[in-house]
């Protein structure tokens, strides 16, 4: 196990550097900040310089740290004759727990700054009694809470644009996956058409070849093999003009092996990613024991139900776990996917319903059971597919 070393950011090394000969500096020409407020020798301004100076080097990495330090380095400073540097570094400390802090902390310290500010402003006055003391209120004011203020701004602003950038990559990668979708449904549909037509001509040429054999006629003969030759120029021509239409969508593309039911992880750790800004967790619950392979067409088939349904989590579930479960018991192979359902905040990406027909139909193909629907606060999908070779519908 390799000991992780600790490297401040060299910003924060100019920062602590310049903090400490600055305020080293005005002590030496003797520029302090709280006159004769003080009980201890003028050196002693130095001691709450030189602890709170470092605590620049870890302003990012432990802010609740560096702000404690800052908090009774500056309040001891209050005791001396007092050092301008001093100020300043709790100023920047206080502006970098917020910035860096946890969400917890970036929300209280301004409240609590602005709190404090008012206390000390009305302590002041009551105990005072003179304009001048108002003062004292400004400067706690620009000391604690403007920084503490100045840093929400910052990381609200930061975590905006890093929302709208999450929000705009999800939308395209969902515009992807639409893309991709129309391809792939596309193609299938010039397959069943090439299936079809092809099917067609081959059992006309299988019923005139069977005619021209059986009959024992010259004429009966040539009448068939017309027929046959029209046929076979026919499907030869649709054949070729589909598969051109086929190489066409997927020139430039090369060759990807059948997804299956081990790249399930990989699907889900990429759903994973995409769902984080909307408050989606996801879950694999693989109980598939260990045995013969599936059928190629059942992991096809169950990899894209998966594959659908966590596009539709990602389109329209509400923030929550999203639960995946693939099982293998008898001769069924089930898949079952969970997702939160109910009313989700923001506008939801456009839905045509054809993802739910496209998954029906892979499994009513493979003489399989498809069912879909809400349950509660739950969208439940189900699927059985047939787990052996042989009970595979063509």
Request: hydrophobic share 50%; aromatic share 4%; glycine share 10%.
């Amino acid at each position: 196990m390799q000991s992780r070393t600790f490297s401040p950011h060299r910003d924060d090394v100019l920062l602590a550097v310049v903090s400490v000969l600055a305020g080293v500096l005005l002590w030496t020409v003797g520029v302090y900040s709280t006159g004769n407020r003080h009980f201890f020798p003028a050196w002693a301004a130095l001691v709450p310089l030189l602890a709170i100076g470092p605590m620049e080097l870890l302003r990012r990495t432990a802010p609740r740290l560096t702000l404690a330090v800052g908090t009774v380095a500056v309040v001891a400073d209050q005791f001396t004759v007092g050092n301008l540097g001093t100020v300043i570094v709790f100023t920047d400390l206080m502006y970098a727990a917020v910035v860096y802090g946890t969400p917890a902390m970036a929300r209280r310290l301004p409240v609590s700054t602005g709190l404090i500010t008012v206390v000390v402003t009305v302590a002041a006055v009551a105990w005072l009694r003179t304009p001048q003391s108002l003062m004292i209120g400004i400067v706690t004011g620009i000391v604690c809470f403007g920084p503490a203020l100045t840093g929400a701004t910052l990381r609200n602003h930061r975590e905006a644009a890093e929302a709208a950038r999450l929000r705009a990559g999800q939308t395209a990668l969902l515009a992807e996956m639409d893309r991709t979708q129309a391809v792939a449904a596309e193609r299938a549909r010039m397959a069943r058409e090439l299936h079809d037509m092809v099917a067609n001509h081959l059992s006309a040429i299988a019923i005139h070849s069977t005619a021209a054999l059986s009959i024992d006629s010259p004429a009966t003969s040539r009448e068939a093999l017309g027929v046959i030759r029209e046929n076979s120029v026919q499907g030869l021509a649709e054949m070729r003009r589909l598969i051109g239409l086929l190489r066409e969508a997927g020139a430039g593309q090369e060759a990807v092996p059948v997804p299956s039911l081990d790249g399930l992880e990989a699907l889900l750790e990429q759903a994973r990613t995409n769902g984080a800004a909307s408050g989606l967790e996801f879950v694999l619950h693989d109980a598939r024991p260990a045995g013969p392979p599936l059928p190629a067409p059942v992991e096809l088939a169950a990899y894209r139900i998966v594959q659908e349904s966590l596009t539709n989590a990602l389109k329209h579930a509400a923030a929550g776990s999203v639960a995946v479960r693939v099982a293998r018991e008898g001769g069924l192979l089930t898949v079952a996917v969970d997702s939160p359902y109910g009313d989700r905040p923001g506008p939801r990406a456009p839905g045509s319903g054809a993802g739910l027909v496209g998954m029906r139909e892979r499994a009513q193909l493979l003489g399989g059971r498809f069912t879909a629907g809400p349950r509660g606060p739950v969208w439940q999908v189900r699927a059985e597919l047939p787990a052996q070779e042989g009970t595979v519908a063509e």
